[in-house]
T-cell receptor, first 113, second 112 residues
Framework: KAGVTQTPRYLIKTRGQQVTLSCSPI?????VSWYQQTPGQGLQFLFE???????NKGNFPGRFSGRQFSNSRSEMNVSTLELGDSALYLC????????????FGPGTRLTVL | GENVEQHPSTLSVQEGDSAVIKCTYS??????FPWYKQELGKRPQLIID?????GEKKDQRIAVTLNKTAKHFSLHITETQPEDSAVYFC???????????FGQGTELSVKP
C-alpha cells in the first residue's frame, strides 16, 4: 500500500505571496493532520480534517487554512507569506478518528525569501 | 496549556549500550503516547506507541514505559546500533487523537 504523499516537495516563495500544499493520505485513511516543523519550534500541530470537516485547530494565525476533499486528499494554504513561515510542512494520515496511529508524509520544504 | 517536555536534547552512546529518553506531559486527558524516529531529511517514522491503559510495551530492542500518575513516559533502546542514530520525538494526544503534541526531540548518536 502506498504511503502518504505530499506535493510539491520543495517550494521557494517571496514574502507576501501565498502557497498551496497538497497531501494524499494512505488509501482508506480518512483523517489528515498537518504539522509545521522548524528548528526553533519543533513539530507544531496546525489542523486536522476528517470527512471534509476541520476537527481541530492549533495556535496558528488565520493566514493558515486548509481543506479536505471527498477523496480525503487535503490541501493547506498559507496567505501573505512571512519569512518565519519557512519550514517543513508535514501531513499525517490515520484511518479514522477512532484510531490513533498517524503516518507521516515526506513533507514540503517551504522557503520564504 | 498542553505541553510535552523531552530530555535530554542530545544523547551520545557507544554501540551496544542502552539509551533512555524521557518525556513529561501536562494534559491529564492525554491517553495516547507515540514515539517517532526521524532520520536526516526523512519523514518521522512511528517506532512504538503506548496507550494509557498499559504501563509498558516492548518491541524487540525498543520499549516504552508510562507512569500516568507522574505524567511521565520513557523510551528505552537496548543494544544500540549506529543505524539507531536519529532524532527521536515523543508525543501525546487525547481522545481526539488527531492532534499530537510533540516534545522538542532528542538527537541520538550511536558511536561504533
Amino acid at each position: 500500500k502506498a504511503g502518504v504523499t505530499q506535493t510539491p516537495r520543495y517550494l521557494i516563495k517571496t514574502r507576501g505571496q501565498q502557497v498551496t500544499l497538497s497531501c494524499s493520505p494512505i488509501s482508506g485513511h480518512r483523517s489528515v493532520s498537518w504539522y509545521q516543523q522548524t528548528p526553533g519550534q519543533g513539530l507544531q500541530f496546525l489542523f486536522e480534517y476528517f470527512s471534509e470537516t476541520q476537527r481541530n485547530k492549533g495556535n496558528f494565525p488565520g493566514r493558515f487554512s486548509g481543506r479536505q476533499f471527498s477523496n480525503s486528499r487535503s490541501e493547506m494554504n498559507v496567505s501573505t507569506l512571512e519569512l518565519g513561515d519557512s519550514a517543513l510542512y508535514l501531513c499525517a494520515s490515520r484511518r479514522a478518528v477512532s484510531t490513533d496511529t498517524q503516518y507521516f508524509g515526506p513533507g514540503t520544504r517551504l522557503t520564504v525569501l | 496549556g498542553e505541553n510535552v517536555e523531552q530530555h535530554p536534547s542530545t544523547l551520545s552512546v557507544q554501540e551496544g549500550d542502552s539509551a533512555v529518553i524521557k518525556c513529561t506531559y501536562s494534559d491529564s486527558a492525554s491517553n495516547y503516547f507515540p514515539w517517532y524516529k526521524q532520520e536526516l531529511g526523512k519523514r518521522p517514522q512511528l517506532i512504538i506507541d503506548i496507550r494509557s491503559n498499559v504501563g509498558e510495551k516492548k518491541d524487540q530492542r525498543i520499549a516504552v514505559t508510562l507512569n500516568k500518575t507522574a505524567k511521565h513516559f520513557s523510551l528505552h533502546i537496548t543494544e544500540t546500533q549506529p543505524e539507531d542514530s536519529a532524532v527521536y520525538f515523543c508525543a501525546a494526544s487525547d481522545n481526539q487523537g488527531g492532534k499530537l503534541i510533540f516534545g522538542q526531540g532528542t538527537e541520538l548518536s550511536v558511536k561504533p
